[in-house]
């Protein structure tokens, strides 16, 4: 089973320990109406988890995510479980508006955030 969603703002960030990609859906008064953040944190013994919040639902870890594809201005997320958290889903299928801020962010962190989960597809 798979969940796609819209949204219109993509943003990158890199912290003390994780980098993150950052999926917004605002409203014409800039409020975030959606969101899906996607982090990857370096631990101290140098092992990587990866970890999806969707809207305050937040689930992860060392093998979450099997593949991601990115075409274009959509990315799709295999993950090796389905997710509990998200009513037993196995893939997400993420679109973003097709912006230079946008495009700059998925360029700057896809790799950083996806590592060698990123398999397929083309920017």
Known sequence: MSDSRF??????????????????RTSE??????????????????????????NEKQFGGHDLVKEAVLIGTTLTLRLHEPAAELGGI???????ADTTENGASIEAGAFRVLGDTLSGGNA
């Open 7 to 24: 949204y219109d703002t993509v943003a990158f960030d890199v912290r003390d320990n994780a980098t993150m990609l950052f999926f917004a």
């Open 29 to 54: 008064e800039g409020d975030i109406d959606d969101y899906l953040l996607l982090m990857r944190t370096i631990e101290d013994d140098f092992d990587s988890s990866m970890y999806i919040e969707i």
């Open 90 to 96: 196995s893939e997400i299928v993420l679109s973003f």
